[in-house]
């Protein structure tokens, strides 16, 4: 059954548009058995469609899919052995919690005893233990995701894929219902590919990262990768709050920007190639002036609790640095960065698209943070 | 307690005063027939008059005309109506209309067209007698009365139903095929009892003027027998019998009271859906 690697899904240069819009270009990606997979990306990157071709609830126009070596591109949904947990986790008004959960058993025709048995298991599950008889539509949002979760895993799926499954939940429980997830994933060996457009959840719950943008994918790996060595500007701007800036390398190791020459960890480009420089704001340390690599005047402070949010005017670039030290807008302070805080990029399409810090604020930051839905 | 404004407390006023003028009243005045004879004594022989074979059998045969009607008008209506809610928005619109647009015609338009269609030497039989078959006798049978009601009452199964279906999330039916329905399992598992409600509204606006109706079985019919609905109309306006026709309208009433509450005792909660 299983392949040589461990692969349980591949697509092959799968595409899809919709009215002439390209919403997959040429995706090809792999899905091991027992992984967490994250598919990560704004609004419209083509996650969802993805999704929903693997589902079997979308045709590709054109590549392959294949689970467990076999192409299923013209397996209807009802006979793949995958299941989905809805974004609005479309649990059947008719039913009961029970019944919900049963709905797959009772198609296959199973006996009441070992549908009972199962039903109960599931329930105990999700942590819904006696909720056996009540209407869903009673049930709060989290409680009808647990019913949603419990109705999908209950078939034994070799793959549960989840469809921005937290993001109808607040904060609070959103945090619960990741380590539940996550837990959930651990305990029954299931594949779970999961949709979401919210970095932290995806870096907190995965094995695996897939960043999307415009229908393709940017980058894979694991989530300490995808923060620390970041492929490119989006996937860098995307994850996290980083600076982003261009520079030169005049050789391997070193790596010119702001006016000033680094020791860095990266090499193989072309001598004076133009680079994408990634530092991340909590790897900047504040230094007395006299040791600083850059100086520069602070513009604003924010508190934020157990860090304070600093942005510095250097050379007319605005940098987000993130520091337990207290400084004041107005301040000239000197910064340092270590080497291996440097992360080198090739220049991509992204370049230059993400400026500075200047035009900072929260709402920029839900711009970036897109409605839920992204096609139908 | 909200206090509410004057606008909120007379907004149900003129209903109120044409419910009690033109339905209250009247119903009165019904009930008042009933119990007494022609001098305006109290009397229980309108009831006893009506308990008669001859009539029991007029009520026999109304019921079983309405429900079979309705069933005929369910059988056609649910499907067209499942099949128009999966079209495209444009198209469903168009439907639509082309559903309703027989109802822009008047009823006893319709019914008389009927008659011509079904006629001895109508559309239909003198087609046939092109290819030399005999005239069939189409007009004034039972099947011309229920096919005329089928014909009149259809839209009122199919409109409600529609609506139903078509406001469905269509995640539910997803979520069907993604759990293992195929698409007759996804019909009869998820679309069928959350259209219940639909089909409930359906069959209420299809039997309550199917049973009660009198123009379709006098025109249709050909009065070789008889429906409640005529046999009213003819105690009021040719035997000149207001108090037997009040009985009857009376049994008649709570005949329709008892079939919508069992009806209702079987739809949601939420109740039907009106167009």
Redesign the interface.
């Known amino acids: 059954m299983q392949d040589n690697d461990g692969v349980l899904i591949r697509l092959e240069n799968v595409s899809k548009s919709f009215d002439g819009e390209v919403i997959l270009d040429h995706i090809d990606l792999e899905i091991k058995h027992n992984e967490f997979v994250t598919l990560l990306g704004p609004s419209g990157c083509g996650k969802t469609t993805t999704l929903r071709i693997i589902?079997?609830?979308v045709d590709a126009d054109e590549g392959h899919v294949y689970f467990e070596g076999k192409k299923i591109n013209d397996v209807?949904?009802?006979q793949r052995n995958?299941?989905?947990v809805?974004?609005?986790y479309?649990?059947?008004?008719?039913l009961n919690v029970y019944e919900n959960i049963a709905?797959?058993l009772r198609?296959?025709k199973m006996s009441d005893e070992e549908i009972r048995d199962k039903v109960k298991s599931m329930l105990a599950m999700v942590n819904l233990k006696g909720f056996e008889k009540r209407s869903v539509t009673a049930l709060s949002g989290g409680q009808q995701q647990r019913v949603a979760i419990a109705?999908?895993l209950v078939?034994e799926p070799r793959a549960l894929l989840l469809d921005e499954p937290l993001s109808a939940l607040d904060a609070k429980l959103r945090k619960d219902m990741q380590k539940e997830l996550k837990e959930i994933q651990k305990r029954t060996g299931i594949t779970f590919i999961f949709v979401t457009h919210d970095q932290e959840e995806a870096l907190s719950m995965s094995d695996k990262v897939v960043v999307m943008a415009d229908g393709r994918i940017q980058q894979i790996g694991t989530p300490v990768e995808i923060y620390n060595e970041p492929i490119n500007a989006f996937v860098a701007d995307f994850i996290g709050e980083s600076n982003i800036v261009t520079g030169i390398m005049p050789r391997d190791y070193v790596v010119t920007f702001a006016g000033h020459s680094f020791q860095c960890e990266d090499a193989g480009f072309a001598p004076n190639e133009k680079v994408d420089v990634v530092v991340r704001p909590e790897d900047i340390d504040i230094v007395p002036l006299d040791q600083a690599m850059l100086t520069g005047e602070v513009t604003s402070v924010t508190f934020k609790g157990d860090y304070y949010e600093i942005i510095v005017d250097i050379d007319h670039f605005k940098w987000m640095i993130e520091s337990t030290d207290r400084v004041n807008a107005g301040d000239i302070i000197g910064i340092s960065i270590d080497p291996y805080e440097i992360q080198v990029m090739k220049r991509s399409e992204y370049s230059d698209t993400f400026g500075d810090y200047s035009s900072f604020s929260d709402e920029m930051d839900e711009l970036s943070d897109p409605a839920p839905e992204e096609m139908e | 307690m909200k206090r509410r404004s004057l606008l909120q407390r007379f907004a149900a006023a003129p209903h109120i005063a044409w419910s009690v003028l033109f339905i209250i009243i009247p119903l009165l005045f019904i009930i008042y027939y009933t119990f007494t004879d022609a001098s305006g004594g109290f009397t229980l022989e309108n009831l006893s008059t009506i308990a008669s074979p001859e009539y029991l059998m007029i009520f026999l045969r109304s019921v079983m005309f309405s429900i079979l009607a309705t069933v005929i008008c369910l059988l056609i209506g649910y499907p067209l109506a499942y099949r128009i809610a999966s079209m495209k928005p444009r198209t469903q619109r168009i439907a639509i209309v082309l559903v309703m647009l027989p109802m822009w015609l008047n009823f006893l338009i319709r019914t008389y067209c009927l008659k011509i269609l079904l006629n001895d030497q109508g559309i239909i039989n003198t087609f046939l007698g092109n290819f030399g078959i005999e005239p069939l006798k189409l007009l004034n049978t039972s099947g011309a009365v229920i096919f005329a009601m089928v014909y009149n009452y259809l839209p009122y199964m199919i409109l409600p139903i529609y609506t139903v279906i078509s406001k469905m999330?269509q995640?539910?039916l997803?979520?069907?095929?993604?759990?293992?329905?195929?698409r007759f399992?996804t019909l009869t598992?998820?679309v069928l009892?959350?259209s219940?409600s639909g089909i409930m509204s359906g069959v209420t606006m299809v039997f309550v003027p199917s049973i009660s109706t009198f123009y379709i079985s006098d025109a249709m019919g050909g009065r070789t027998f008889s429906l409640i609905g005529d046999t009213i109309e003819r105690q009021f306006k040719e035997a000149d019998n207001y108090n037997v026709g009040s009985a009857l309208s009376l049994v008649l009433m709570i005949l329709i009271i008892i079939s919508m509450s069992i009806m209702n005792k079987y739809s949601d909660d939420d109740g039907g859906v009106v167009v």
Not at chain 1, 90 to 94: I, M
């Open positions: 589902g079997g609830f209807p949904p009802y995958i299941n989905t809805f974004q609005r479309a649990l059947f008004p008719h709905f797959g198609l296959k109705r999908a078939n | 999330d995640n539910l997803t979520a069907a095929a993604d759990l293992g329905c195929n399992q598992k998820v009892p959350l219940f």
